[in-house]
């Protein structure tokens, strides 16, 4: 398996993304909207070469012609197993936190502070509902 890396002429572009979360030289870590959109557009038969350019990343002799089918396929995967909030979690089943890189500029940890705020909003509202759903049971239990 031949393993990509960038240079760092390619990070820097990928850095101005606004759908990149963060760039390393071996690999891409997209925002959790960015992947929510593309999930939802998939499931609406769209081909994921497609929808990653009419997302924005244009620039697929960057990141591979197959990695847009590669990140689809895992993103549904985890959303049809936990569904949205699923993609504003990281592997370990964790919200996705900015780490304290001293590199990172104010903007970068902005951005993460965004996603990670998204994803508690997310949270709250399945909670939300879930605890609505939970008194209407409870009302129907009781009539």
Avoid at 94 to 109: F, I, L, P, V, Y
């Amino acid at each position: 398996m031949n393993k990509r890396t960038f240079s760092q002429e390619q990070v820097k572009a990928l850095k101005q993304n606004p759908n990149v979360l963060e760039v390393k030289s071996n690999g891409v870590t997209y925002t959790p909207e960015f992947k929510v959109k593309a999930v939802e557009a998939s499931l609406r038969g769209q081909n994921p070469l497609q929808i990653f350019k009419e997302l924005g990343l244009f620039d697929l002799d960057i990141i591979g012609k197959d990695v847009p089918r590669k990140r689809i396929y895992n993103w549904k995967k985890i959303y049809d197993e936990h569904g949205e909030v699923g993609l504003y979690l990281n592997k370990r089943n964790s919200a996705r936190q900015g780490g304290s890189s001293n590199d990172e500029s104010a903007e970068e940890k902005l951005k993460k502070a965004e996603a990670r705020i998204k994803f508690l909003e997310t949270e709250n509202e399945f909670l939300k509902k879930l605890e609505e759903q939970e008194r209407q049971a409870l009302r129907k239990k009781q009539d």
